[in-house]
């Protein structure tokens, strides 16, 4: 009796496992591998059911009605389950081939929306930085000439006094949107790279952060030149980096060392911080930023801290064409 419900729960499960690989059939593009494995699961249906009559025919002593196939054919049917099985798992890697391919696919197409993303986002920063540099700035010098001529007049101390105001708030406008200009699209990047850009952007930061000592550490990146989509994406993530670490990290220290090796440009970040969890969720958007931009590019981004102390190591890899 046992042996007769196993088998009925044999064959229901064998029928349910070949409907699910039937409606599979088109999903898996009418693949040669898989209508083999379905054909096979099919025949071990047949072979269940058989071996249920077969049971239940010499536990009714032949009273039933229900048709066994003869030895000879179950033989051939088990022949054919076997081939199908074989010959279906050998051919299986067409379908991790094509898993694997479509993955592939999906991955470049990621990487590809990403870069254009970026690639407008930095145009769209230098249109920005150009309006203001060309529109913008030589306006304020013309009123900081407007305003100059004044001072050859003859005047009140009140209105020496408010002239020279208005002198160093325009001057201070003057530095200010050659700041945001710059910030904006760095003219040291293009012209010069990302080692030197980023020489002038830690030698600027540095006197607004006293608590925090920046060394930086060009090696032999002074002359190397890459990329410039990758070179403004290196840029940015380490600028986004320095930036976390003397908002977030109360380091005492902070060193970046850069280095190239053939194809490849290396960078480091550390700190002597109180550090985090990389794992944990964050409100902002830096480290996903930062992943998603060295991703666009097929870089690597290896994050070392935890929370207590301990400081945080960052390490990027990209490749340079």
Known sequence: MVLLILLVISIVLQILAAGVAVRLIRTTKFNSSWILITIALVLMCVMRFNEFATVLSERTDGRTNMIVIEWEYYVWVGVATSLCFAVGVFLVRKILNYIALREEQRRNSEKRLLSAVIRAEENQRQIIS???HDGLGPLL??????????????LSDTQKEILANTEYVINEAVKGLTEISNNL??????????????????????PMCPATRIAFDPGNMQ??????????????????LINNALKHAGAGTLTIDMRTERDWVTVNVAD???????EAESDGMGLSNIASRISSIRGELQIDSRPGGGGTRVFIRIHTR
């Open 130 to 132: 150009k309006e203001l």
């Open 141 to 154: 010098s013309s009123v900081r000439m407007s305003v100059s001529a004044l001072s050859t007049q003859q």
């Open 185 to 206: 699209s760095p003219h040291v990047l293009n012209n010069f790279g990302v080692a030197r850009a980023l020489n002038t952007f830690i030698r600027k930061l540095q």
């Open 223 to 240: 002359q190397v030149r890459f990329d410039p989509d990758r070179e403004v994406i290196l840029y940015r993530v380490v600028c986004e």
């Open 272 to 278: 002597d911080g109180r550090g985090f969890d990389p």
